[in-house]
């Protein structure tokens, strides 16, 4: 066991190139293939065990196939190999978007907005109700979610009677603002999501 004075000793638990000669020596196998190291090692190895008359030594890729029949080794095609990732109850390829956005929101949290706007009269029957996760501490939230409010009430205000009709110009003015008001008080860019109601 390991103290904390040494606890930076390293000791290999790789065997010498002695070590591999006398264990390719004792086996005598007819195949060899050395399935755990970096290509240039594996290749060294293979060269090894030949000279110390491994009937066959072999370099194998991930995801070669070897097949062995009556005593005889031949390569037979390739399967996929390579970091498998597991979501949940998905097994398999994961949309490189996903992880951006899992990603983005990690490193710099989310703001969801609600506003609820009249569809007839076009005026503001609920919110703006701003939601934070990860962006702002507890103690400093207060300000700052004011600020974003006032932020999208200066959006709305702002677009004249026929932009504030078209939901999709709005989102995109009130994600647009909140971006910079959020990367000019805190240096961070969160993801912005505005959901807009019509009722």
């Not at 110390?52 to 009556?70: C, D, H, K």
Request: hydrophobic letters at 45%; aromatic letters at 4%; glycine letters at 12%.
């Amino acid at each position: 066991m390991l103290s904390a004075k040494i606890s930076e000793i390293h000791v290999s638990g790789h065997a010498s190139r002695d070590e591999l000669r006398a264990m390719v020596r004792t086996v005598r196998p007819d195949h060899f293939i050395p399935v755990h190291g970096e290509p240039r090692h594996l290749v060294m190895h293979c060269a090894l065990a030949r000279e110390e008359g491994a009937g066959v030594a072999e370099f194998v890729r991930n995801g070669e196939v070897l097949e062995f029949v009556s005593g005889t080794m031949s390569r037979n095609g390739r399967v996929p190999v390579g970091r498998l990732f597991v979501d949940g109850k998905d097994v398999g390829e994961v949309e490189g978007v996903l992880l951006r956005d899992r990603y983005h929101l990690a490193q710099s949290g989310l703001v969801m907005v609600v506003l609820a706007v009249s569809r007839a009269g076009g005026e503001i029957l609920y919110g703006p109700d701003v939601v934070a996760r990860g962006v702002v501490s507890e103690n400093g939230s207060g300000m700052i979610m004011e600020g974003a409010r006032d932020v999208i009430l200066g959006v709305w205000e702002e677009a004249g009677d026929e932009a504030r009709r078209d939901m999709g110009e709005m989102t995109t003015g009130m994600r647009k603002a909140l971006r910079r008001f959020f990367n000019k008080r805190l240096d961070r860019k969160p993801m912005i999501v505005p959901v807009l109601l019509e009722l």
